[in-house]
């Protein structure tokens, strides 16, 4: 695989430090990480390991305390916070372990989400989100609310939504933490086959060693440090 175009994101010797009850917690303590485009990556590590703070650093729902985050070339930790808000919408997906889909709300306009914040016209949204659906074999269930579909269902619906707005890069965090080993299986073939057939990158946090097998990339945590890292786009 060729990076020439340069990392879908990269860290570069970010630390994340917390205040909890007057005492500094070090959740990363200087971590270097390139993902380039296409690229398919886990990030595996005990509980405490900081592959969960590192997931939120590359996902630009959070700031390091020292290093720098880039996002399709770009210093976000220079950016403000509406500024961060656009990249983070522009340029990356999220699928979480609960879905964090609205319940009062259809599968088709759940996916559309992401392209209202960008002002798209509705008909056009909802083209594009019928489209995503599509793509992870839900056609079937657009006007489907979420309690009127199967765990399985609802996080294609997650992934579908992430990957509306076409981002370079799908962040997924425990994306079958909440399902049945079948179903688990279902999903990860669903996101294999959009990393091979769309060329997104993904890189999904994980305990599951069965699952993280499945990436061509592990990395693994320890103690805020990376421990290990099968190569990829180091």
Known sequence: M??????AIEALDVTRTYALE???????RGVSLRIAPGEYAAIVGPSGSGKSTLMHLLGLLDRPT???VRVAGVDATTLDDSDLAQLRNATIGFVFQSFQLLPRTTAVDNVALPLLYRGVRKTERRQRAAAALGAVGLEH???HKPA??????????????????????LLADEPTGNLDTKTGDEIMATLERLNLNQGVAVALVT????????????????????????????
Request: aromatic share 0%; charged share 30%; net charge negative.
């Open 141 to 143: 269930r657009l006007q």
């Open 148 to 169: 009127q579909m199967s765990g399985g269902e609802q996080q294609r619906v997650a992934i579908a939504r992430a990957l509306v707005a076409e981002p370079t890069l």
């Open 66 to 68: 020292e290093g720098v």
């Open 22 to 28: 007057g005492v500094d917690v070090h959740a990363l």
């Open 2 to 7: 060729t990076d020439d175009v340069g990392p």
């Open 207 to 234: 305990h599951d060693r069965e699952i993280a097998s499945r990436a061509r990339r592990q990395i693994q945590m320890r103690d805020g440090l990376i421990e290990s890292d099968t190569g990829g786009a180091a």
